[in-house]
T-cell receptor
Framework: DVKVTQSSRYLVKRTGEKVFLECVQD?????MFWYRQDPGLGLRLIYF???????EKGDIPEGYSVSREKKERFSLILESASTNQTSMYLC??????????????FGPGTRLTVL | AQKVTQAQTEISVVEKEDVTLDCVYE???????LFWYKQPPSGELVFLIR??????QNEISGRYSWNFQKSTSSFNFTITASQVVDSAVYFC????????????FGTGTSLTVIP
């Protein structure tokens, strides 16, 4: 079974803190994604990566950065957390072999609250 | 412009009723894929089905069925004889051959099945 794990299910941080959200997949997938999910807005893509050390901006990259030093790990970084970044963050991965055909596999999500 | 539209934000049905979740998509690609995911209260998105743009056959899997119609750009999902365990948020998504592995998600439909 494909497994995508995220470092925390729940996280509470203060405004201005630097926040790291970690995601690890065990299926040797090339592609990894970070989304945020907000009520009424669905899933919005923040960043994605097609390969190690490679990153592409998604629809809402402002206020976020990412790091992919190893194939299995994709980190989302909030440089200075703000209250409007309170959200559910979902990580996903997919293989590259069949391109757009491949389904994405999701982690359990991290519910981040910024106070 | 929204590539995937799920006009139904919330639906409530009584157990054993049938329910259809609507999904309308927009793309200029001739090769594309449509997906449905289920997000139970636990939070993790679960892949349900994929359809490619060249296969308009309807699909049935147990109580679930999917109706893909290119003429109306729709990919609707029907649950027959709904059960309480079907209560979840359901997302429709699109991927396009020309944009590779990126998914475009709808805003989701929250289904509540009342016992």
């Amino acid at each position: 079974d494909v497994k995508v794990t995220q470092s925390s299910r729940y996280l509470v941080k203060r405004t201005g803190e630097k926040v790291f959200l970690e995601c690890v997949q065990d299926m040797d997938h090339e592609n990894m994604f970070w989304y945020r999910q907000d009520p009424g807005l669905g899933l919005r893509l923040i960043y994605f990566s097609y390969d190690v050390k490679m990153k592409e901006k998604g629809d809402i990259p402002e206020g976020y950065s990412v790091s992919r030093e190893k194939k299995e790990r994709f980190s989302l970084i909030l440089e200075s957390a703000s209250t409007n970044q309170t959200s559910m963050y979902l990580c996903a991965s997919s293989g590259n072999f069949r391109g757009a055909y491949n389904e994405q596999f999701f982690g359990p999500g991290t519910r981040l609250t910024v106070l | 412009a929204q590539k995937v539209t799920q006009a139904q934000t919330e639906i409530s049905v009584v157990e054993k009723e049938d329910v259809t979740l609507d999904c309308v998509y927009e793309t200029r690609d001739t090769t594309y894929y449509l997906f449905w995911y289920k997000q139970p209260p636990s939070g993790e998105l679960v892949f349900l089905i994929r359809r490619n743009s060249f296969d308009e056959q309807n699909e049935i899997s147990g109580r679930y069925s999917w109706n893909f119609q290119k003429s109306t750009s729709s990919f609707n999902f029907t649950i027959t004889a709904s059960q309480v365990v079907d209560s979840a948020v359901y997302f429709c998504a699109l991927s396009e051959a020309n944009t590779g592995n990126q998914f475009y998600f709808g805003t989701g439909t929250s289904l509540t099945v009342i016992p």
